[in-house]
């Protein structure tokens, strides 16, 4: 399995040298490994670098940008640009995070599920963070998302949905873009990423209305954004976050923001969410 590495980085000067160092260590090599430096103000850029000199599948490339880390958008730009400079001999592309240690055979892993499944659109594995000594499940979303810290796409797959979106969401739509067209997305519960630094960290206060802008966008309507807003701040313990939410939808429903998705594929979204809740309602 050919596979390139896309790693978006801001200031990750206290954890890129760990991430690369678990990528350098794969039982199965990555083809190519960018990191776009999106205009950093740190070392980033220096550790890079020494890792590309000894390893020279590893490149840098820089990228400059507003400062402000808003969730979806600027990660997605920087995907985009590393993009670019990757050639088109890739069996799959993945998307990660400069803030994880991966295992070291991760890939291999990975490789086996897409391998044993041509319909395997996506995998990956589960994000821990340490927490008092131990590393526990960082417990934000269900058992068959993956985080969009860690998202490995088969190429057809990638390429059917339009590459990534960018916005917030889009580690979401993906997702769902890929069941509109007939891909499974697996998840494997045996592949332990530790995730460094705690999701949100680097967000500022306007992003909090992010989370219902793209509820809106995904084409979910208000019912289902009550409802996913309302679990989503009870899992991050944060119960006022739901009024945050819900503001955000009305915001962009009043402001007409665009859609991610098309009519149809909104109507296919909103039958799947539906009959996710009725599985957990009644089993």
């Excluded at 980033?44 to 808003?70: C, D, G, R």
């Excluded at 810290?149 to 339009?162: D, H, N, P, V």
């Excluded at 067209?181 to 909090?208: C, E, F, M, Q």
Aim: hydrophobic content about 40%; aromatic content about 12%.
């Amino acid at each position: 399995m050919n596979y390139s590495i896309i790693i978006p980085a801001y200031n990750e000067e206290a954890y890129i040298a760990l991430t690369l160092q678990s990528l350098v260590s794969q039982t199965l090599l990555p083809k190519k490994v960018v990191v776009v430096n999106d205009n950093s103000t740190d070392a980033t850029a220096q550790i890079v670098l020494a890792f590309a000199k000894e390893n020279p599948f590893i490149t840098l490339v820089n990228k400059t940008s507003q400062t402000i880390h808003m969730p979806g958008s600027k990660v997605i730009q920087a995907f985009h640009k590393g993009f670019e400079t990757i050639d088109d001999n890739y069996d799959v592309i993945v998307k990660l995070d400069g803030d994880l240690i991966i295992p070291n055979h991760y890939f291999e892993t990975i490789a086996t599920i897409f391998k044993n499944d041509p319909k395997v659109g996506m995998a990956g594995g589960f994000a821990y963070v340490e927490k008092n000594g131990e590393w526990i499940l960082e417990n934000l979303t269900d058992k068959d998302h993956i985080r969009g810290a860690f998202k490995a796409y088969r190429k057809s797959c990638f390429l059917q949905i339009g590459n990534l979106k960018p916005a917030m969401g889009w580690d979401t739509v993906d997702e769902l873009l890929a069941k509109f067209n007939g891909w499974k997305v697996v998840t494997d519960a045996s592949l332990i990423i530790k995730h460094l630094k705690p999701t949100g960290a680097n967000y500022n206060k306007a992003a909090r209305y992010k989370q219902g802008e793209s509820f809106y966008t995904l084409g979910y309507g208000f019912f289902i954004t009550l409802i996913s807003s309302a679990k989503l701040a009870m899992m991050k313990k944060k119960p006022f976050l739901f009024f945050d939410y819900i503001k955000g939808f009305w915001n962009a429903k009043k402001a007409k923001t665009p859609l991610l998705v098309t009519p149809e594929q909104a109507k296919f979204i909103k039958n799947y969410r539906l009959m996710k809740m009725k599985e957990k309602l009644f089993g």
